[in-house]
């Protein structure tokens, strides 16, 4: 091959290149096809890579002169490749937007199925056992009197004992008002309706300046009361026990320990056999070892007594003619004994990997 076939054969390979990369690069209708024209041009046995390999074949006069034009539409090959991917991602988004909004290969997102609060679910089971067993259920409102909250209750005015129950104050401008800290102002609404005889449970939401992994500041009670003739503590200790046995089982002991509120004369705290290391099991090692329990084999429920004289004095019935009984117990407890929680707070973050565990 002579030097003048070398000058001649490069010159039309750059005015070949120089002409249709600007086509080949705009027909490109994606990524792939791009990158595909682009090698034709500079890859190993691209057009331009040989057209470089045959400037050795040059006249050493011109090689200068051919080396520079060559660089020049290379640079302007790359520039060009470069504007065109640009070009390609843009309109891909502009497509992507302007789209409808449905992208129908993603998997499907599954409705979940809603289900009842586990506090829901044990308020319901309580009310059953209580109405199968005669009681009627009774509601009040979540901002009571001070009144009824503690006054008719017999707590004396200010007294220490209302400490026991740290409450939330709300400002109104006559009576004074509160969160109440317990259903047993309740009993006094119903009491105050109503006469002798009568059976009531009455759950809701309570509030206490309480926080902390068995405390909250909002939870659940459910308040019973029966009032007649000639009831006795043997009668709210059988339905205690019945009450009991329905909902843990039927081999749960139940006992009562003395114990003081000011409304209920005598008062006690009732207690159920540990329904974790079940202590009627016999197996006396698994008892000591029962982080729930701490080794007593009991765990404590609820609180209860007798409706005390000043009581129904406070609300209008006769305590020569009338007794009664009164209990009132966590249900935030209950629902943690049941499912196992450790921290009652679990119970209010709405974390749904949580409570669907429960159940
Ligand atoms: C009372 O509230 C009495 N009204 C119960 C009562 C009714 C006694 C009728 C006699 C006659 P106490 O403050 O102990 O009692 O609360 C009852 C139950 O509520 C406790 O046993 C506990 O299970 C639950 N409880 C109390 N404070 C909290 C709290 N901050 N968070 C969750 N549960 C609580």
Redo the contacts with the bound molecule.
Sequence with gaps: MTDTDAVTRFEAGLADVREAFGSAFGEAADEQSLRAANAKLTGPEGTLTKLMKLMREVPGDRRREFGQAANALKEEVAAAFDGALVALAQAEREAELAAPHIDVSLPGRRPKPGRLHPITRVTIELVDIFTALGFDVAHGPEIDLYEYNFDKLGFPPDHPATD??DSFFVKSDGARSMLR????TI?VREMLKRKPPLAIVAPGA?Y?R?DDI????M?F?I??LLVDEKVSFADLKGVLTRFAQRLFGPDVGVRGRPSY?P??EP?A?IDISCVFCKPWEGDAARTAACRVCKGTGWL??????MVHPVVFESVGYDPEKYTGF?????I??IAMLKYGISD?RMLYENDARFLEQIG
Excluded: K
């Design positions: 026991m129950q800290t317990h259903t047993s009993q309570v206490r309480d068995t405390h909250s500041p939870f009670q308040e019973g509120f409304f209920v008062g705290e404590e429920i609820l609180g209860c007594g009164a209990f009132g117990l966590g935030d407890r009652i």
